[in-house]
């Protein structure tokens, strides 16, 4: 019994020596405290930049939505006022063409009115001159918006290509 009481003993003490070297070795694999601390407390902060990178992302975003939006619905404000303005200007070319026609004939009926007639040919030849004119101030105009809408088109794409940046440094 005393043989058997001393290998039991012999037997639990290199266990629990190899339970101790365990240990010991699991241990030496831990990081100290203090610095799992540190490093969870600098992780919070950077997923706190992380987030506040990320909000600042998405409101710039709506913002430039919302600008793009705003500057869509201008330039079909301009165009839709460019295109009642050229209706207006075929409606008056129209308008004109009748009464071209119409001093037409009643110049064949009333040679007397001959002079009368220029007149009123000339009037209307420098009304069309006026829209002539217009037409190329419309021109200009939409000219202008093209130019716009490109330098925000260029600014958009400027805007995409900062995101594209900004989104894998705040991840990394």
Do not use: Y
Request: net charge negative; with cysteine; hydrophobic share 40%.
């Amino acid at each position: 019994q005393l043989l058997e009481a001393k290998a039991s003993l012999s037997l639990a003490q290199t266990l629990h020596t190899l339970e101790l070297q365990q240990a010991k070795a699991q241990m030496n694999n831990m990081v100290p405290k203090e610095q799992f601390v540190q490093l969870q407390n600098s992780l919070r902060g950077e997923q706190c930049k992380a987030q506040q990178l990320q909000q600042n992302l998405h409101q710039q975003a709506e913002q430039t939505c919302k600008q793009l939006i705003r500057t869509q619905e201008e330039h079909e404000c301009l165009l839709q006022a460019a295109v009642e303005q050229a209706e207006g200007l075929e409606h008056n070319l129209r308008s004109a063409e009748a009464v071209l026609a119409e001093r037409g004939a009643w110049l064949k009926d009333a040679q007397a009115q001959l002079s009368r007639n220029k007149l009123l040919i000339k009037d209307l030849r420098e009304e069309n001159r006026g829209f002539a004119m217009a037409l190329q101030v419309i021109e200009m105009k939409q000219k202008s918006t093209e130019e716009k809408n490109q330098l925000l088109e260029e600014q958009a794409s400027a805007l995409k290509q900062l995101i594209g940046k900004i989104t894998p440094a705040s991840l990394s």
